[in-house]
C-alpha cells in the first residue's frame, strides 16, 4: 500500500564538525560524571565527518565516545569548543534545533505508546498534519519490516523489533544527521551480526551521514567508512578500517584493534609491531626475500575455527617477547609446544613505535 | 564422622544432632511465626473494632447507659433523618475531591523540586518534607494561630500588601478576614491545612516513581524535538501514573479518615459547614453519648474506604505487571 506512495525528499547530506571540544564532568555533582575530581571525559577533540558518511567512534568503555556522541546531540553542553553541523554552530541549541535524531543504547522506546505512536512521535512534537505523519511512519515502518508491528506496545517486541522501531522514529524525521550509540549491544550475538549487515543497507539506502558510537570493533569494522579510534578523551587516529588495521597510529590503536592484537617487541628505544597473522613459519614466506627471521619458541597453541592461534616467545628481533601468531588454515606447517621453529614476518609488515610516546615512527 | 554428618536426616544412621532441622529450616513454622504478629494487630485493632462498630450501631448503647440491646436499624433511620449528617458526607467528598487534585498535582511540583540537582537541595528537601513530619495537632495548632480571627498574621500581611482593611481594598473592609467564622473561607482553611501536609508525602511517592523512569526516555524526547510540556504530559506523566494514582489514594485516605485538622481548626462549625464524618461521627457518638449512632455515622467510612483499598491494591499491581 505504502509502496507505491513517494518517498519523501533525497537525505541531507550533512556534515557534522567538532572543534577544540572539551568537556569536563566535575567530580560527583554531575549525575553522569565518571569518578571524581573534574573528569575530562573528551579532551579537546576535533573530527568532521564527510556529507553521507558513517562514521564510527570506537574506544574502550569511558573513553569518551558517548559523551561526544552525545554532545553532538545536544544532551550535554561542551566545557569548551564548538559543535557545527553544516557549517553552522549549533553548539548553543537545544537537541530539537539540530536536526538529528539518536538511537539510544536502551532504545528508550516510549512503553505507554504503540510502535505506531512511537514512530510519529517526533512528527507531532514537529507539527506535521496527521495524513502526512500517518504517511510517514508506514514509509519508515515498510522500510524497517515493522509494519505487522504498528499496533504493539514496545513491551511485546523482540530485541531486534525494538531496535528496528527505534530505527524507524530516528528515520521518519528525516534528520540531518543519525547519532546510534551502541544500538547493537542489547542484541544476542547471532542477531547482531545479520542486524548489522542490515544497519548498513539501511544507512547506505537512506544515505544519511551517521555517526555510530560501538566498543566492539568487529562492528566498527564492519560498519564504519571511517573509523575514530578513541582513548581517554583523545582521537588517537581516523581513518578506513584498513588503514586503522594496518597502519595504527599508536600503540594504543595497535593493540585496541585486531583481535588478538598487535604483537608488540620492544627493541631498544622502538617497539617492533607485528600482527599475528603476518608471523608465519619461515618456509611459508620462502619465496620471499625480504623477510625479518624470528625463532619462536612455541609454549602453547590453541585451534580456532581452523586457525592455529600459537603462542611463544620471540628472540632475536629484540627483547624475549611473549607473542601470538595466527596461522590459516591453509598453513599446516607442524607444530608443537615446547619446541622452537623459524617464523617470519615480511619486513612490509612490520611497523614502528616510539617506547616512550607509543606513536608512530 | 563426616561421613555420619553428610547422611541426609532420617537415613537408616538415625537423626544426628547436627543433621536435624532447626526451626530456621522449617519454613512453614517460620511463616506462621512471622505472619504472627500482622495477624494478631490485624484481628485485635481492627477486625475488633470494625465488629464492635457494627454491632454499637445496631444498639441503643449510650455513655450513660452501656447495656446492650438490639435495636436494628434505628441508629441509621435517625442518622438519615438529621440534615448534618447529610451536610457532613458531601464535605467528606467536597473535601477529599479537592484535596485529593491539589495533593497530587502539588505532589507532582514538589517531587520536581526533590529530583533536581541544585546547591543546596537538601534544606529545600528538609522544608519540603516537614509538614510530614510534624505531629498533625501540632501543625493543626499552629495553623490556628495562622489562621486567628483577630491576630492572623496572613492578615496583617494582606493588610500590609494594601489588600484588605480599607474601604475599597480588594478584599474587603474590615480588618480581618475571620478565615475560620466564614463557611466558605473555613471550608479553604480546612483543605488548604490538609494539602500543605499531605503534598510532602503524595511527593516522596512520585519522587520514586520519577526516579523510575529512564533518564534516556527524556533525552529521546528532547532530541525527538519534545518541548517541556509536550515531555511532561506525554512522556513523563503518562510513566508516573501508576505511582500518581497510589498518592492520590493515600491522600483520599489519609484526609477522608482524618479528623484533627477540622477538630483542631473548626470543631466543625461555623455552623456545621465544615463538619466531615469523621467529626460528626466523635461528636455525636464520644462528645454527645450516643455510641450507636455514632457508630452508624462512621460505617459510612467503611464502603469508600474499601473502594480506595481496592483501587490501590490494583494499581500496584499494574505497576509489577508494567
Known amino acids: 500500500m505504502a509502496s507505491s506512495q513517494p518517498t519523501p525528499s533525497p537525505p541531507m547530506k550533512a556534515v557534522v564538525e567538532v572543534k577544540g571540544l572539551v568537556k569536563e564532568f566535575d567530580g560527583g555533582a554531575g549525575r553522569r560524571g565518571r569518578g571524581r575530581g573534574g573528569v575530562r571525559a573528551i579532551d579537546g577533540v576535533d573530527l568532521a565527518t564527510e556529507e553521507g558518511e558513517y562514521l564510527v567512534l570506537l574506544g574502550p568503555s569511558g573513553c569518551g565516545k558517548t559523551t561526544l556522541l552525545r554532545t553532538i546531540a545536544g544532551l550535554e553542553q561542551p566545557t569548551a569548543g564548538d559543535v557545527l553541523i553544516n557549517g553552522n554552530v549549533v553548539t548553543g541549541l537545544p537537541p530539537r534545533a539540530r536536526k538529528v535524531a539518536m538511537v539510544f543504547q536502551s532504545y528508550a522506546l516510549y512503553p505507554h505508546k504503540t510502535v505506531l505512536a512511537n514512530i510519529v512521535f517526533p512528527l507531532r512534537a514537529a507539527g506535521m498534519a496527521r495524513p502526512e505523519r500517518e504517511r510517514k511512519a508506514h514509509w519508515a515502518a515498510e522500510l524497517l519490516g515493522i509494519e505487522h508491528l504498528l499496533g504493539r506496545k514496545p513491551r511485546a517486541l523482540s530485541g531486534g523489533e525494538r531496535q528496528r522501531v527505534a530505527l524507524a522514529r530516528a528515520l521518519v524525521r528525516e534528520p540531518h544527521v543519525f547519532l546510534l550509540d551502541e544500538p547493537l549491544s542489547n542484541l544476542d550475538a547471532k542477531l547482531r551480526s545479520s542486524a548489522r549487515d542490515e544497519l548498513k543497507r539501511f544507512q547506505q539506502e537512506v544515505g544519511t551521514t551517521t555517526i555510530y558510537v560501538t566498543h566492539d570493533q568487529v562492528e566498527a569494522m564492519g560498519l564504519g567508512d571511517r573509523i575514530a579510534v578513541l582513548s581517554n578523551g583523545k582521537v588517537r587516529q581516523v581513518g578506513k578500517p584498513i588503514e586503522v588495521y594496518d597502519d595504527p597510529a599508536d600503540t594504543f590503536v595497535a593493540t585496541f584493534i585486531g583481535s588478538p592484537p598487535m604483537n608488540l617487541v620492544p627493541r631498544e628505544d622502538q617497539l617492533v609491531g607485528f600482527r599475528p597473522e603476518h608471523l608465519l613459519p619461515d618456509a611459508v614466506l620462502a619465496g620471499m626475500a625480504d623477510r625479518e627471521k624470528i625463532p619462536l619458541a612455541v609454549d602453547r597453541i590453541e585451534y580456532l575455527s581452523g586457525d592455529r592461534h600459537v603462542y611463544g616467545t620471540v628472540t632475536g628481533i629484540g627483547k624475549p617477547t611473549r607473542v601470538v601468531a595466527r596461522l590459516p588454515a591453509t598453513v599446516d606447517t607442524p607444530i608443537s609446544a615446547g619446541e622452537t621453529y623459524d617464523f617470519a614476518v615480511a619486513r612490509s609488515r612490520l611497523r614502528f613505535f616510539s617506547a616512550e610516546t607509543g606513536l608512530r615512527i | ?322
Open chain 2, 1 to 322: 564422622m563426616t561421613a555420619v554428618r553428610e547422611a541426609p536426616a532420617g537415613t537408616a544412621t538415625g537423626p544426628q544432632p547436627a543433621a536435624r532441622r532447626r526451626l530456621a529450616d522449617r519454613e512453614g513454622a517460620l511463616a506462621w511465626l512471622f505472619l504472627m504478629p500482622s495477624v494478631v494487630y490485624i484481628v485485635v485493632l481492627v477486625g475488633v473494632p470494625f465488629v464492635l462498630a457494627v454491632g454499637f450501631a445496631l444498639s441503643d448503647v449510650t455513655a450513660g447507659d452501656p447495656s446492650y440491646d438490639f435495636v436494628g436499624l434505628r441508629n441509621f433511620r435517625r442518622v438519615f433523618d438529621d440534615p448534618v449528617f447529610w451536610r457532613s458526607l458531601g464535605n467528606t467528598f467536597i473535601f477529599t475531591g479537592i484535596s485529593m487534585v491539589l495533593i497530587v498535582v502539588l505532589g507532582k511540583v514538589l517531587a520536581n523540586i526533590l529530583i533536581a540537582d541544585f546547591k543546596g537541595k537538601w534544606i529545600v528537601r528538609f522544608l519540603v518534607l516537614l509538614p510530614w513530619t510534624t505531629p498533625v495537632t501540632l501543625s493543626s495548632i499552629a495553623w490556628l494561630w495562622m489562621l486567628d480571627s483577630i491576630f492572623s498574621p496572613i492578615d496583617w500581611i494582606l493588610r500590609q500588601m494594601g489588600l484588605l482593611g480599607r474601604p475599597g481594598d480588594l478584599l474587603g473592609a474590615g480588618s480581618n478576614m475571620y478565615w475560620l467564622g466564614e463557611p466558605g473561607l473555613a471550608m479553604a482553611s480546612v483543605i488548604t491545612v490538609h494539602v500543605w501536609r499531605l503534598t510532602p508525602l503524595a511527593a516522596v511517592i512520585m519522587m520514586a516513581g520519577l526516579m523510575a523512569i529512564p533518564r534516556d526516555l527524556d533525552e529521546a524526547a528532547r532530541v525527538d524535538g519534545a518541548g517541556y510540556w509536550r515531555r511532561m504530559f506525554e512522556v513523563t506523566v503518562p510513566l508516573v501514573l501508576p505511582v500518581a494514582a497510589v498518592a492520590a489514594l493515600f491522600g483520599t485516605i489519609f484526609t477522608f479518615t482524618d479528623m484533627a485538622v477540622v477538630d483542631v481548626l473548626t470543631n466543625g462549625g461555623p455552623n456545621n459547614a465544615t463538619q466531615v464524618l469523621t467529626s460528626w461521627a466523635f461528636f455525636r457518638g464520644i462528645d454527645g453519648g450516643d455510641v450507636g449512632q455514632g457508630a452508624a455515622i462512621a460505617l459510612f467510612l467503611f464502603p469508600v474506604l474499601l473502594a480506595a483499598a481496592i483501587a490501590i491494591l490494583r494499581a500496584v499491581r499494574r505497576m509489577e505487571v508494567g
